[in-house]
């Protein structure tokens, strides 16, 4: 295994988007969720985004959920960009400093011409040292039985503008989408609303929040033009079974129960890329010794 290799994180998604998939955006939590998402992608054979973001960054520290990761995609054959997910400024300029491969910055909840203008900047400085930005438009609510879905949607007009004004190279969308799941079934994608702003925007777009959402939804958001989905409850949830299976068999040791957790979500990231068509796309090209 190598540990000086690198990763354009476009490219990822250009080939997603040439070849009519989408790549995972995953989050991890500790040692063995990175280490689930690596060896996942590894057996599948599937590109990955490892997202530091707004859960393990509280928990650790941008710092430390860094080196945690970067020291776990080096010493793994996946191929991997580390990303950072829903970022604040602050996080995004120590981001650039720790040497991440591609960052979102999220002004979402700020008003519209200050979420251009925060960008904007953003993209400039990014760009500058040749890392991609992903931003968002729109906003993700939090899982809840009873939402007003039109106050949260992207609009149409607004991505255009955005895209345009900031230069962001990937656009995070609002569609039908939530952070978390619900009891109850989920309402269809505006899968609409998706082709009309890929129509406007020029530049792939990303849903957040894909965990639930049911297959044929995804496959016809993938359609519309999002290369890029990211999930994490399902995954989550699938290390949390594994811990509770083991610990339900009496007293055991944490790390057999860790064991475990990792197993059975390297199973589930297995299912969401091969539901998201990235299965097999890795490809020998995409992950190169630097600077050859």
Not at 31 to 58: H, K, S, W
Not at 66 to 73: A, I, L, R
Not at 122 to 130: D, P, S, W
């Amino acid at each position: 295994m190598s540990s000086s290799r690198s990763v354009d994180p476009m490219d990822l998604v250009r080939r997603a988007r040439e070849g009519g998939y989408a790549v995972g955006g995953f989050n991890m939590h500790n040692p063995e969720t990175t280490q689930a998402l690596l060896l996942a992608a590894e057996r599948a054979d599937a590109p990955v985004f490892m997202q530091i973001g707004r859960a393990v960054i509280p928990h650790m520290g941008i710092d430390d959920a860094f080196e945690m990761t970067k020291k776990e995609v080096d010493r793994s054959d996946a191929v991997a960009a580390v990303h950072l997910d829903h970022g604040t400024l602050d996080e995004v300029h120590r981001a650039f400093e720790l040497g991440f491969d591609s960052i979102m910055f999220d002004g979402s909840h700020l008003p519209f011409q200050q979420n251009v203008e925060a960008t904007r900047d953003v993209v400039k400085e990014a760009h500058r040292l040749g890392i991609p930005v992903e931003a968002e438009l729109g906003s993700i609510p939090d899982a809840a039985e009873d939402i007003r879905w039109e106050d949260h949607y992207t609009k149409v007009e607004e991505a255009e503008t955005f895209v345009k004004e900031t230069g962001v190279d990937l656009l995070a969308i609002s569609a039908g989408v939530m952070h978390g799941v619900t009891a109850s079934a989920p309402l269809p994608l505006a899968i609409d609303r998706i082709r009309q702003i890929r129509d406007v925007v020029g530049v792939p777009l990303v849903l957040h929040g894909a965990s639930g959402v049911p297959t044929d939804d995804v496959r016809q958001a993938i359609l519309a033009g999002v290369h890029k989905l990211n999930a994490d409850t399902d995954l989550r949830h699938a290390f949390r079974a594994g811990i509770e299976r083991m610990w339900a068999q009496g007293d055991r040791q944490l790390e057999a129960a860790m064991a475990e957790g990792r197993r059975l979500m390297i199973d589930a990231t297995i299912g969401k890329m091969r539901e998201f068509g990235c299965d097999g796309r890795a490809g020998a090209g995409e992950k190169t010794a630097a600077g050859s």
